[in-house]
């Protein structure tokens, strides 16, 4: 029996992605609700708060705000056994910086806990998920502000004391990893609300920003487990393994040190201090990262109690001998999705175990999934087979992990089990869920819910605790 008694099967969102309710509530804007959608080759934009005439998927995403108790409900029917959201700050503290919490928002999350509960349901739950307010972004400059550190805290410590009872299973920020590429607008500006001044090396930024998050992460982890010392408190990771393109040896360090730069944001979570493959860059690079005295002792008392990770795909490094240099290159062995994304549930267990034996931690996959194309048939369902076989060959691969490599896993939530709006994209069209919801990319549909094939696939998972693939 590979997956032990108590096993956390569930599923994974975001406030932003589905909730709605953009302006109810007290709730202030957050960064995910001033970006327009996008699509396939054309990232979101960031605008200026809202323009007349565009779409703002987030604004009324799938109406979750209205609809949790029937959702949470369908969830249930499939034997859910947590489910992992976040709580978003806009409606904890709308501008980010105010001293008192907005008690409308905080009773919303003590209903949707309850409700949780009230089904068996475990929460599991991220304190920033791409949705800081947007007044931290205006007012401050987002995270290379060092005052976003003590805002964060207190938005931390809030909601710790206020669900000490009710909820045991933290992530601090989701996919902390995912900002570094600084030419992406989309990823960067979610995580660290930072938008670029010119002439600025956007590569120091963003190692200032990570030094502040980390504090902040750190200060959560230090004060959570003074107000409950039974909580579990996670880092949260974008893990894509990365692949030399061949065996040859340059093609090895091209590998690693794009895996480095993942590492380096799970190194100083896990480990509790900065490695010195990111001291010697700084060195190297002339950056000045500015720190007080006592942040690096911060670091080290606030390393998190297990590694959440989300899961996607993976990529292939290869060195150029022409320019010196390394790149990205395909995949030969592995198909990508509509939207690139190279399926590779092997990729799974050995970022698993790779995981395992660097850090030592109890692990959770808290995301993993294919977005799809889809469209009911001629009879209201959606056959999606496509999922089915994607999440038998992933939940396979976890099978080994644990039976054949001794990973220590306590759960498994795949992302958006009920259709939302995509991250990267602002799409509804990217669909991941076990539930359907008419909606289209227009914001046009009914909000209906329907299960899919999955839907009753998933259930017999979850009811034989993994046999049943
Ligand atoms: C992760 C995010 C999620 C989610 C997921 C799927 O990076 O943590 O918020 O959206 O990816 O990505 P997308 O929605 O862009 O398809």
């Excluded at 090895?252 to 100083?268: G, H, N, S």
């Excluded at 900065?274 to 060195?283: A, C, G, Q, V």
């Amino acid at each position: 029996m590979p997956f032990p008694k108590g096993f956390l099967w569930g599923g994974a969102v975001a406030a932003h992605q589905l909730e709605g309710g953009w302006k109810e509530g007290g709730k202030g804007i957050s960064v995910a609700d001033v970006m327009t959608v996008g699509g396939p080759g054309k990232p979101r934009e960031i605008t200026d708060g809202v323009l007349p005439g565009k779409v703002y998927p987030n604004h009324d995403a799938i109406d979750f705000y209205h609809r949790y108790k029937e959702d949470i409900a369908l969830l249930a029917e499939m034997g859910f056994k947590c489910f992992r959201t976040s709580i978003a700050w806009t409606r904890i503290f709308p501008n980010g910086d105010e001293t008192e919490p907005n008690e409308e928002g905080l009773k919303f999350y003590d209903d949707l806990f309850d409700t949780m509960h009230a089904y068996g349901m475990e929460p599991v739950i991220t304190l920033s998920h791409f949705e800081m307010p947007y007044h931290l972004v205006t007012e401050y400059g987002g995270w290379r502000n060092r005052k976003l550190v003590d805002f964060f805290v207190r938005f931390a410590v809030t909601v710790f004391k206020r669900y000490k009872d009710k909820v045991k299973y933290w992530m601090t920020f989701n996919e902390i990893n995912n900002q570094r590429d600084v030419d992406t607008p989309f990823t960067a500006f979610t995580n660290s609300g930072v938008l670029y001044q010119p002439g600025e090396d956007r590569h120091e930024v963003l190692y200032q920003v990570a030094h502040h998050e980390f504090l902040a992460s750190a200060k959560a982890v230090i004060e959570g487990h003074k107000i409950n010392p039974d909580f579990q408190i996670g880092c949260m990771m974008a893990m894509s393994p990365v692949y030399p393109e061949t065996c040859k040896p340059m093609d090895q360090i091209a590998a690693l040190k794009e895996m480095d730069k993942t590492f380096y944001f799970a190194d100083v979570q896990c480990r509790g201090h900065y490695p010195s493959y990111i001291l010697k860059e700084w060195e190297n690079k002339g950056y000045h990262i500015k720190m007080e005295p006592d942040d690096l002792a911060v670091l080290e008392q606030g390393c998190v109690d297990y590694f959440a990770l989300s899961y996607y795909m993976s990529f292939v490094r290869a060195y150029d001998e022409q320019t010196d240099s390394f790149k990205e290159v395909p995949n030969p062995f592995v198909k990508a999705s509509d939207w690139g994304w190279q399926i590779d549930p092997v990729g799974l267990r050995y970022m698993l175990d790779v995981l395992a034996e660097r850090y030592e931690l109890p692990m959770m996959i808290v995301e993993n999934g294919i977005g799809l194309h889809e469209q009911p048939d001629e009879t209201g369902l959606v056959q999606d087979d496509e999922r089915i076989n994607y999440f038998a060959a992933h939940i396979a691969e976890m099978k080994k992990a644990i039976e054949l490599d001794g990973v220590t896993l306590m759960g498994y939530c795949p992302w958006g089990p009920i259709d939302l709006v995509s991250a990267s994209t602002g799409e509804m069209e990217k669909r991941y869920g076990f539930i359907y919801v008419d909606k289209n990319n227009k914001g046009e549909g009914t909000l209906s819910r329907k299960p899919k094939k999955s839907f009753y696939w998933y259930k017999k998972v979850i009811a034989s605790n993994g046999e049943d693939l």
